[in-house]
């Protein structure tokens, strides 16, 4: 079975720092996606960033970046100038894509990320 | 604003009862997704529609039943209620076209359930 390990339960950043949240995963799977959900205060669960597992490229969006390294199977959020509105848990989650089979989503524990200023 | 919308935002209710929770998904979507997020459990996946039909099952109780309507809304209910039923409920969409599958689940805001 996938499973997703954030081992950082929770971390700090100075406003306008730089942070990065780590993300293992575990698959047999040779195509997969991986994503970054952010859930502030509010609860509402948002698209971070997604990156497809055969482009080698590193996926990037504004001030957030990711670090995918296949063959370690280790995919690393970096968020640039942090604001205060970055403060949230953050999710790391992978889904394989179906072939007659489930396309849930599996998550990880989560990382709250507090952004002082 | 991802498009999804839930309702009830909040629910509470007693042990032994039964709810329902409503989603709409995103224009287009055919597919809807039922998650469960709680303390100890996290984020857990219930149950995927698709077009109407149940297509996945996760760690989804007996008690808990679920539905895709022909508008595509989906409901999630949830009978005999126990305490360790409370929990934030989420559903997502996701968009899948023939010959083209977008694999991007988008969230709803969700609904919080508290059994007392």
């Known amino acids: 079975a996938q499973t997703v390990t954030q081992s950082q339960p929770e971390m700090s950043v100075q406003e306008a720092e730089t942070v990065t949240l780590s993300c293992t995963y575990d698959t047999s799977e040779s195509d997969y996606y991986l994503f970054w959900y952010k859930q502030p205060p509010s609860r509402q669960m948002i698209l971070v960033i997604r990156q497809e597992a055969y482009k080698q490229q590193n996926a990037t969006e504004n001030r957030f970046s990711v670090n995918f390294q296949k063959a370690a199977k280790s995919f690393s959020l970096k968020i640039s100038d942090s604001q205060l509105g970055d403060a949230a848990m953050y999710f790391c989650?992978?889904?394989?894509?179906?072939?007659?089979?489930?396309?849930?989503?599996?998550f990880g524990k989560g990382t709250k990320l507090t952004v002082n200023p | 604003d991802s498009g999804v919308t839930q309702t009830p935002k909040h629910l509470i209710t007693a042990t032994g009862q039964r709810v329902t929770l409503r989603c709409s998904p995103r224009?287009?979507?055919?597919?809807v997704y039922w998650y469960q997020q709680s303390l100890d459990q996290g984020l857990q996946f219930l149950i995927q529609?698709?077009?109407?039909?149940?297509?996945a099952k996760g760690n989804i109780l007996e008690r808990f039943s679920a539905q895709q309507f022909p508008d595509l809304h989906s409901e999630l209910n949830l009978s005999s209620l126990e305490l360790g039923d409370s929990a934030l409920y989420f559903c997502?969409?996701?968009?899948?076209?023939?010959?083209?599958?977008?694999?991007?689940?988008?969230f709803g805001p969700g609904t919080r359930l508290t059994v007392l």
């Open positions: 989650a992978y889904v394989h894509p179906p072939q007659g089979g489930s396309e849930k989503l599996v």
């Open positions: 529609y698709y077009n109407g039909e149940e297509r």
């Open positions: 997502a969409s996701r968009k899948i076209l023939a010959g083209v599958d977008t694999d991007t689940q988008y």
């Open positions: 224009s287009g979507d055919l597919s």
